[in-house]
């Protein structure tokens, strides 16, 4: 009897400490995860010239380890998972298309529009933007504006989702 209990509990342990020893896979791991997030970085600091095609930035939006949500906005794949752009956590991302426009976006976590648009060096005020606090744009090239927004609410679906800041890009025509 003792024997049996000794077998099960050596099987039991080498089970358990087989699995305790496999790797988790992270959804940012890994150099594509990267690449897409130095792609996507580069898309939203929207440089003159830039082309945005909705259907690439949400296949970046995926990579990144975000996932299409209610009324098309792109959140977190999963609970606890925290996707990052510009050093901040992605808390939601959107991409757009319509009169005339195309315009791609991340909502993030942490950082402050104003200290955003610093980082960015994106200084002129927008005046006609509907913040509490002050957003920013720069004009990038003839159809390219780099916006970057203050603190306020997203609604997703029948919830909202609050950042702190917004950064896109903007291509008209």
Do not use: H, W
Not at 13 to 40: C, H, I, K, N, T
Not at 60 to 66: D, H, K, P
């Amino acid at each position: 009897m003792q024997k049996k209990l000794l077998l099960i509990l050596s099987g039991l342990f080498s089970v358990l400490s087989a699995s305790a020893q496999m790797p988790v896979p992270l959804l940012d791991a890994g150099p594509q995860a990267a690449q897409a997030r130095s792609q996507l970085e580069a898309i939203l600091l929207c440089k003159g010239g830039t082309k945005l095609s909705p259907k690439a930035i949400e296949g970046q939006f995926l990579a990144i380890g975000l996932a299409k949500g209610p009324d098309g906005v792109y959140l977190p794949a999963r609970a606890g998972y925290k996707p990052s752009l510009f050093g901040d956590t992605v808390v939601a991302a959107l991409v757009s298309e319509g009169a005339g426009e195309v315009k791609a976006a991340v909502y993030l976590a942490s950082q402050s529009g104003k200290r955003m648009a610093s980082k960015l060096s994106v200084l002129d005020v927008d005046e006609q933007a509907n913040t509490d606090e002050a957003s920013y744009f720069k004009k990038t090239g003839k159809k390219t504006t780099l916006l970057v927004g203050a603190a306020s609410e997203l609604s997703v679906g029948s919830a909202t989702v609050k950042y702190q800041s917004a950064v896109a890009c903007q291509v008209t025509g």
